[in-house]
């Protein structure tokens, strides 16, 4: 009986113990190592996509009805007024599908099919997906030969290779698990769903006007630093966005030394205070994560020249589960991290300082071998000749390698418009 009891009570610790791999931000059935669990979590808690009792059942197919209702809401047109009519032998105009199967067919996204049908419960393929963002979005320049790049290209039928283009080169795609393999003719799953709706709302700025419900409220303005190019955040319905030549401040999240790091190496950044407009719209929360990645590091140089890091931050994560994308660097001159002119200085100054004692010491050496009543000459002679050394030698020597520690702050400046979706 003890031993049975001492089993069941191990179970249950293992089973405890594996219980926060999954429920990750209340998804039962997403862990927290899942490809696709950023995503999914940004559409569940934005309620682009919906939870059945706490399930999301990522690797379930979606439905026609039900990515036309998430798309929808990522253009803000969950709440157009519905004035048509439609008329679809499967679709009843007392059903709960009818209203977004209308804005639909207003606003043009998803249409039916000839023989008068709506089939909302028939799964929605990755090729048909593509067509309808490719549709939706501004024609621009894009990639003619992005296509070929993928195993599969002659898999995707004719009528989808512009549409794969254009996609292709906007980046609103997903190739999980083979990011070569485009699959076009497979059903598109309810993870892949979100990948694509996350992306989109990444990219509102690519959305033709028609499509979306996006008003201007306001323009308002970040005043980090006199010298950022831009100070504009424009407030809409939709989303804030930070233009891009906005200047953050933000924290290391960890010590980083140049010499222990690499390029490909990941970095964080934190916000220790909430980043707040003058006028008061809260755009990332305080405890805010930066992910960001190093792009090269150059060792300290010959005379003096110290380590430049090169970095740039790709996304953010908020404390409640919000992810941003985000194309930050360090701004500074030519975009790098190093040590800056004091921190020179003090080496120098070093090398100096340790001169002057090593000529000090070496003039009362050599002036008292012959004559010790010339200790102060030899300390005359030595002390500005060891002190001359150290100078030379500090300013031919390697610069320093840069280090930061935890908490030290740094500025980045956007490169592009940062979209933070409400």
Known sequence: MKKLLASLLV???????AMPAFAYQGINDVSQDYWAQTEI???VKDSVMSLNAGNFNPEGRITRVDFVGALLKVLGDDNIEVDNTIKFSDVSK???IYAPIARSQKLGLVYGYPNGTFKPNAAVLRDEAQSVISHITIDGDVDASILSKFSDAKTVPAWAKNVYTKTLSYGIYVNHPDEMALRPNDTLTRAEAAVLLYKLRQRLDLVKSQYKQETVLGTEHLNVTKKAECNEVTITNLRNII?????????FNEAFKSKLHAAGDAVTFKNAQDIVTEEGTLLFPAGSVFSGKVLEIQDPQWFNKNARVYLQIEKV?????????MN????????????GPWMTAGKVALYTVGGTAIGTGAGVGFS???????????IAIGTPVGAGIGLITGLVTPGLNYSAKEGEEIQVILLDDTSIAK
Do not use: C
Not at 11 to 17: M, N
Not at 243 to 251: D, M, P, S
């Open 328 to 339: 930050a660097k360090p701004f500074y001159k030519d975009y790098a991290l190093k040590e």
């Open 11 to 17: 179970g249950g610790f293992i089973a405890l113990g």
């Open 41 to 43: 979590s940004s559409v």
């Open 317 to 325: 994560a908020t404390p409640d589960g919000k992810t941003v994308d």
């Open 94 to 96: 007392s059903s709960d």
């Open 243 to 251: 233009k891009e030549g906005n200047v953050l401040e933000v924290q």
């Open 368 to 378: 008292f071998i012959p004559s010790p009543d010339k200790i102060g000459t030899g």
